[in-house]
């Protein structure tokens, strides 16, 4: 019970990252809409690859509690950190529910918003989840457990970074949706015929690189629909 609520726990937390995306966002104007999206998301995914990283040693030589109290630490500095962000209040009525209804029908929200369950769906199915057991089966140590998921994390990066700025540009967001997910379908068929941990290494990286590149396009998306990610 303890394990779910604590679940439960992080789940809420991590939810705030809608409020920090739009926060900073509101940074920058709306030329530079693209740069602030990928900027973010290679931030975020900095944090992800340094803690899955550390995360997986700390287990591996100091016990599986150890990445517990590392992040109760990183927990810790980043509440302090928050009394330093700066933020503009804007006044304004909440939306009422034929305002949340209208945008509940836009059609590039309801197809974005299907997307980004599809994606998701495919992460947590696998890299977040099916993948670490799988290669666990196929004898992967601890510490290989957390590099397996840093590498994941790792082209995730430069897949955001360059989603925003030099793939947008030459292709455009329908081509680069669709070859994240080809990506991402390659990732998910190909994992059952590994064999040992080498395979999947390379399997991480295609997958992360998709990951990366639709996570920050369906932001773009949803902020063109009108509305916060």
Known sequence: ???LLFR???GLAASAWVSYTVLYISYFDAENTAKSVATINVSNNIGRFA???????AAQFFGIKAPFFVSFL????????????LETKIESKPAGVKELFKVGLNKQLMV????????????????LSFTSNYASSVGATKAELGLLTSIFVLPMIFGSYLSGSFLLKKFGPRVLVAFS????????????????TAPIYL???IGGFGNGIVFALL?????AAGISP
């Open 1 to 3: 019970v303890m394990y």
């Open 8 to 10: 439960a726990l992080s």
């Open 51 to 57: 803690a899955f990283t550390l995360g997986g040693f």
């Open 74 to 85: 990183a927990g810790l500095v980043g509440l302090i950190l928050t009394f330093f962000v």
């Open 112 to 127: 974005s918003s299907l997307l980004c369950a599809a994606s998701q769906f495919i992460v947590f199915a696998t890299a």
């Open 181 to 196: 997910f080809a990506l991402l379908a390659i990732y998910a068929a190909a994992m059952p015929f590994c064999t040992s």
């Open 203 to 205: 399997l991480q990286i």
């Open 219 to 223: 932001i773009l998306r949803f902020i």
